[in-house]
């Protein structure tokens, strides 16, 4: 194979620079030998920027060093550049791949590690995942309890109110009922006061000096009516008879055969009797 350039020390860097001591190395030599300064080199600019599009791309670089690495005899027509020492010149082709070989065990074995360690965090994320799906489905049947308590609740509310309401009319008419009642006694209380004020004048205004006829013992109620008037207040006796009252002064009492069978007269003028 013939010679090629050793772009390495075109830059004057190291075999095993990073991209950016590459990138430095090259800007600082694009501005001494740039055509434009006093003292430029055209062909020196050219491979300067040669060196550096090939080792500032990965894949040409390494192609680069294939080439490089395996030719035993490297040409370098820019040596004033080179700063190389002989620790970076670059490792023999079995050597480099006896270093290969052991840091692929390494490798190999903390990938081992790696995914095991990524088997144990997905079971024990799988079992947090589980335990979590089992809260969250507790939760669910509380809430799903909570709200049926809720709905039922709310049914017996709705019927409490239903019966309140029903309650509330039934009260209503009740109370209507009572209006009514008290109506008709107060109506009652005064015809019945009306007649007994009409029976107590028509008693008082009575000369019981000289009545004309009289009734006795055994007399009937329609004779002691006719004689005495309407009594002002009457009261059923619960054998059967009744007692008839005159002006709250006296009283006759009749048998359960209508006939009179007693009387008395506070006033001793009130009733007429023979």
């Not at 600019?45 to 080439?67: G, M």
Request: aromatic share 10%.
């Amino acid at each position: 194979m013939g010679n090629i350039i050793d772009y390495y020390k075109v830059l004057g860097i190291s075999y095993y620079a990073t991209a950016e001591e590459i990138k430095e190395a090259y800007r600082n030599l694009v501005k001494e030998v740039h055509p434009d300064k006093d003292h430029g080199d055209t062909h020196k600019f050219k491979l300067v920027k040669e060196a550096y599009d090939v080792l500032s791309n990965e894949e040409k670089r390494k192609r680069y060093n294939e080439i490089l690495f395996n030719t035993t005899k490297v040409n370098s027509p820019v040596h004033q550049y080179s700063h190389e020492s002989e620790s970076e010149k670059p490792t023999p082709k079995n050597e480099k791949s006896k270093s290969s070989t052991f840091k692929w065990k390494y490798v190999s074995f903390g990938s081992v590690i790696i995914n095991m360690l990524l088997i144990i965090a997905i079971f024990w994320i799988y079992g947090q995942l589980s335990d979590l799906m089992g809260e969250i489905e507790s939760k669910d049947e509380e809430i799903q309890s909570i709200t049926q308590s809720l709905n039922e609740t709310k049914d017996e509310i709705l019927q409490t109110n239903e019966n309140f309401s029903a309650l509330e009319e039934e009260n209503q008419d009740l109370n209507n009922y009572i209006i009514e009642l008290e109506n008709t006694v107060k109506e009652m209380s005064i015809e019945t006061s009306a007649v007994a004020v009409e029976n107590i004048e028509t008693v008082s205004n009575r000369n019981y000096s000289n009545p004309e006829g009289a009734f006795t013992q055994g007399s009937s109620k329609e004779h002691v009516k006719k004689i005495m008037g309407t009594p002002t207040s009457l009261m059923v006796m619960p054998l059967g008879g009744e007692k008839w009252s005159y002006g709250n002064t006296a009283w006759v009492n009749f048998d359960e055969n209508g006939e009179v069978e007693g009387w008395y007269d506070y006033s001793g003028n009130t009733l007429k009797v023979k």
